[in-house]
């Protein structure tokens, strides 16, 4: 068989049954191949959008997602959606193809230098130059792009190879392993001393625990040791919502409660989290008082940017009840409940005008169990993360370390195809649907029924918050006024929708929405004043937060 | 503070490339770089030299998780001081 053909027989292997890619001519033996294989292909409208449906459907699946670009122009528009999935720890293979080796470093036509390009972006690349590697450099491939912290894998394989003929014998997945997770539970002593010692201790989720597969872990130890805890944007959804003692995101738009509290606990037990900048506030004053556990895979994260009183490092599922000593802590807990009760979101917003907040938590209440939530980026995308509530962190997906926006749309079309029997909903801004809003055509294409909520406030929200807050309202182009009619867009793409402005057509309109048997727009109008509160200024300690009321 | 690093890696035609992107990123400033193969031809040893304010663990730990590198050890007299 050719290399072309044996690329689709290893992703088959690797129980790949579903791609996203663009073809082109250095990767056109490849696509011959597909032309007669049981892989579906779902083409994308730009690589880019096609990278992030992989990582939709990665995220929302816990499968590794795979997407396919030609040379030159076609792995360039792949940089991005992959840079994104290295931020945010997503499993994806990128298969590219090269130019052949005969004219590799001429600057042949749409040669561009991948691998090169590929070294800030992903977690590992290769280079294949000739088909007797192929195989085990794919299986290689899907074993690091899964294994330990996760990531994106680049694989660049040049026409040549893609149609060098090779005999082919199928060899187990396993021939290329990637080296077992080490865990180390010397400092779980330590732990549970520090544990059974706070008086007032605090958790604080990222997504590594729902990626370690420990959310079941993760409700047991909370049980075990009655404590607030906090979530990051990629972890929420992962303490079970029954759990009282929840207090919501923590950071730059987190709740009130999470960041007071998090600011006064003397125990910070960070799970499969990073203290991001976004998380922090100003890291000198952030949690000023709190001896920090920090529990990760990866071991760069330990004492990168916040000291570490006692380490763990490795497979989550096993520190957790390694580290369960009990807690003693009645009079915090009741604390923090008054933090959350005093602090509550209220959602008595005056006038006819439709209020996001109130419109996505409508939205959360009425959207069926296990529903996929896909964001964009911006004020939209904060105001989902504060007011809509998840059962699992694989049904909120939200560009969180890069903070990309046109993730939302093509991320849904992934999520779709990973849980068809889940209902996905896209909430965009007017200003990020704009950035992927090609991939209309691919869900008309495949018929997918994805419910697309656009937050138009007819600007750059977030960037225009910002110039009203600290720019002296000077708003440099952040107006977007003259948006297209978003409705007779979709039309265009044989997608229906309908606009509303007025709170009381809300209801009725979301109705409507999850009525409609398939892909459906729904253009929510709202007022360019709304700004996302609270926020922690630049340079802040998180207790210092701008609330409604006071700015 | 200069600090020396004993590298050994897979002989792969970006590796070298790798660490630096990584000591740049990183804040390090690049000091010296010596690279041999080694009897085998399938790996290299490389001592890299580099210059920098921030602890060194700091990019030690980031070149540890290259999937290229087999082997990494910090030969500065300095931090064997501070390590300790
Ligand atoms: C690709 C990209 N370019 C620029 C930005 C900077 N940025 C962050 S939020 C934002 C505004 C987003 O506008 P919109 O999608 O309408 O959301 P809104 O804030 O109005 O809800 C911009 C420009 C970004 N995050 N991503
Ligand atoms: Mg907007």
């Known amino acids: 068989m050719k290399g072309a053909e044996l690329v689709l027989q290893v992703l088959q292997q690797h129980g790949v049954d579903t791609i996203f890619?663009?073809?082109?001519?250095?990767?056109?033996?490849i696509y011959d191949a597909l032309y007669q294989s049981n892989v579906k292909h779902y083409l994308c409208r730009h690589e880019q959008g096609g990278a992030f449906s992989a990582i939709g459907y990665a995220r929302a699946s816990g499968k590794v997602g795979v997407c396919m670009a030609t040379s030159g122009p076609g792995a360039t528009n792949l940089i991005t959606s992959l840079a994104d999935a290295m931020l945010d720890s997503v499993p994806v293979v990128a298969i590219t193809g090269q130019v052949s080796q005969a004219v590799m470093g001429s600057d042949a036509f749409q040669e561009i230098d991948v691998l090169g390009l590929s070294l800030a972006v992903t977690k590992h690349s290769f280079m294949v130059r000739s088909v007797d590697e192929l195989a085990a450099t794919l299986h290689e491939a899907f074993a690091i792009a899964k294994s330990g912290r996760p990531g994106p894998v680049l694989v660049?394989?040049?026409?040549?190879?893609?149609?060098?003929?090779?005999?082919?014998?199928?060899?187990?997945?396993?021939?290329?392993?990637?080296?077992?997770?080490?865990?180390?539970?010397?400092?779980?002593?330590?732990?549970?001393?520090?544990?059974?010692?706070?008086?007032?201790?605090?958790?604080?989720?990222?997504?590594?625990?729902?990626?370690?597969?420990?959310?079941?872990?993760?409700?047991?130890?909370?049980?075990?040791?009655?404590?607030?805890?906090?979530?990051?944007?990629?972890?929420?959804?992962?303490?079970?919502?029954?759990?009282?003692?929840?207090?919501?995101?923590?950071?730059?738009?987190?709740?009130?409660?999470?960041?007071?509290?998090?600011?006064?606990?003397?125990?910070?037990?960070?799970l499969g989290a990073r203290f991001d900048d976004r998380v922090t506030g100003n890291l000198q004053k952030f949690a000023p008082h709190a001896r920090v556990i920090h529990v990760d895979i990866d071991p760069a994260e330990i004492n990168k940017v916040r000291f570490a009183d006692a380490a763990l490092l490795g497979d989550m599922k096993q520190i957790l009840p390694a580290i369960s000593a009990g807690t003693d802590c009645a009079e915090w807990l009741s604390h923090c409940a008054q933090l959350k009760q005093q602090h509550g979101w209220?959602?008595?917003?005056?006038?006819?005008?439709?209020?996001?907040?109130?419109?996505?938590?409508?939205?959360?209440?009425?959207?069926?169990?296990?529903?996929?939530?896909?964001?964009?980026?911006?004020?939209?995308?904060?105001?989902?993360?504060?007011?809509?509530?998840?059962?699992?962190?694989?049904?909120?997906?939200?560009?969180?370390?890069?903070?990309?926006?046109?993730?939302?749309?093509?991320?849904?079309?992934?999520?779709?195809?990973?849980?068809?029997?889940?209902?996905?909903?896209?909430?965009?801004?007017?200003?990020?649907?704009?950035?992927?809003?090609?991939?209309?055509?691919?869900?008309?294409?495949?018929?997918?029924?994805?419910?697309?909520?656009?937050?138009?406030?007819?600007?750059?929200?977030?960037?225009?918050?910002?110039?009203?807050?600290?720019?002296?309202?000077?708003?440099?182009?952040?107006?977007?006024?003259?948006?297209?009619?978003?409705?007779?867009?979709?039309?265009?793409?044989?997608?229906?929708?309908?606009?509303?402005?007025?709170?009381?057509?809300?209801?009725?309109?979301?109705?409507?929405?999850?009525?409609?048997?398939?892909?459906?727009?729904l253009h929510v109008c709202i007022d360019d004043k709304d700004n996302v509160w609270p926020l922690v200024p630049p340079g802040a300690a998180n207790e210092e937060m701008i609330t409604e009321a006071k700015a | 503070m200069n600090h020396v690093l004993n590298i050994t890696t897979t002989n792969t035609p970006a590796v070298v490339e790798r660490l630096l992107q990584v000591t740049r990123y990183r804040g390090y400033e690049l000091a010296g770089l010596q690279l041999t193969p080694r009897s085998d031809a399938n790996s290299l040893n490389i001592t890299l030299t580099v210059s920098g304010d921030k602890p060194i663990h700091l990019l030690t730990s980031q070149l540890h998780k290259l999937y290229d590198v087999q082997q990494l050890e910090l030969v500065s007299a300095e931090l064997a001081v501070l390590s300790a």
């Open chain 1, 21 to 29: 890619g663009y073809p082109g001519g250095a990767i056109m033996p």
């Open chain 1, 156 to 270: 660049d394989i040049p026409k040549d190879v893609q149609l060098a003929e090779i005999a082919y014998h199928r060899e187990p997945a396993t021939a290329a392993k990637a080296a077992a997770i080490y865990t180390s539970l010397a400092n779980a002593g330590k732990a549970r001393a520090l544990i059974a010692a706070a008086k007032k201790p605090m958790a604080y989720i990222g997504g590594g625990v729902h990626m370690a597969g420990a959310m079941t872990q993760l409700q047991q130890f909370l049980a075990a040791n009655p404590m607030p805890s906090v979530t990051t944007l990629k972890g929420m959804g992962s303490v079970a919502k029954d759990n009282a003692h929840y207090l919501g995101m923590l950071g730059m738009h987190g709740t009130q409660a999470a960041n007071l509290a998090v600011q006064q606990c003397d125990l910070l037990i960070c």
């Open chain 1, 346 to 521: 209220r959602y008595d917003h005056p006038g006819e005008r439709i209020y996001a907040p109130l419109m996505l938590k409508q939205l959360s209440e009425r959207m069926p169990d296990n529903s996929v939530v896909c964001c964009d980026v911006g004020q939209h995308q904060m105001w989902v993360a504060q007011h809509m509530r998840f059962s699992s962190p694989r049904n909120h997906l939200s560009s969180g370390g890069l903070g990309t926006m046109g993730f939302g749309l093509p991320a849904a079309i992934g999520a779709k195809l990973a849980r068809p029997q889940d209902t996905v909903i896209t909430v965009s801004g007017d200003g990020s649907f704009m950035m992927n809003v090609q991939e209309l055509a691919t869900i008309k294409r495949f018929r997918l029924p994805v419910k697309i909520v656009i937050v138009d406030n007819q600007r750059l929200g977030m960037v225009k918050q910002w110039q009203q807050l600290f720019f002296n309202e000077r708003y440099s182009e952040t107006d977007l006024s003259d948006n297209p009619d978003f409705v007779a867009l979709a039309a265009a793409f044989a997608i229906p929708g309908h606009c509303i402005t007025r709170k009381d057509e809300v209801e009725s309109a979301l109705e409507a929405m999850f009525t409609w048997p398939g892909p459906y727009l």
